[in-house]
């Protein structure tokens, strides 16, 4: 399993950026793949997932409405759109799989659910 996480930088707040999460080594159809951050000194959040085989989302309620995750299904990327960047939003984020057999009916939420990670991309949101 191979995550790449992209697109990250600097943006002012208020503003918006996209960032990519390309997979490859594995059959992504059987994966939730979730979205993560961390802030420096605070724990791991969950931002959003999703069932990759029927692009189901699911979110955290702090973060649903300026997050969303889309995917493209033909390349095997998924993305994380932000909206309305607040600069308590800067944070190394990370994309991660987990496989929906091993979760079973529970969505995955919590960084132990997710066994494969990418490297993180920093986003920094200044004032």
């Known amino acids: 399993v191979q995550l790449q996480a992209s697109g990250g930088g600097l943006v002012q707040a208020g503003g918006s950026l996209r960032l990519s999460c390309q997979a490859s080594?594995?059959?992504?159809?059987?994966?939730?793949m979730g979205w993560f951050r961390q802030a420096p000194g605070k724990e791991q959040e969950f931002i959003g997932t999703?069932?990759?085989?029927?692009?189901?989302?699911y979110y955290s309620d702090s973060l649903k409405g300026r997050f969303a995750i889309s995917r493209d299904n033909a390349k095997n990327v998924m993305y994380l759109q932000m909206n309305s960047l607040r600069p308590e939003d800067t944070a190394v984020y990370h994309c991660?799989?987990?496989?929906?057999?091993?979760?079973?009916?529970?969505?995955?939420?919590?960084?132990?659910?997710?066994?494969?990670w990418g490297q993180g991309t920093l986003v920094t949101v200044s004032s």
């Open positions: 991660a799989a987990a496989r929906i057999r091993s979760i079973g009916m529970q969505t995955p939420t919590r960084p132990g659910d997710y066994l494969d």
């Open positions: 080594g594995f059959i992504i159809s059987s994966y939730y």
């Open positions: 999703i069932m990759w085989n029927r692009g189901r989302t």
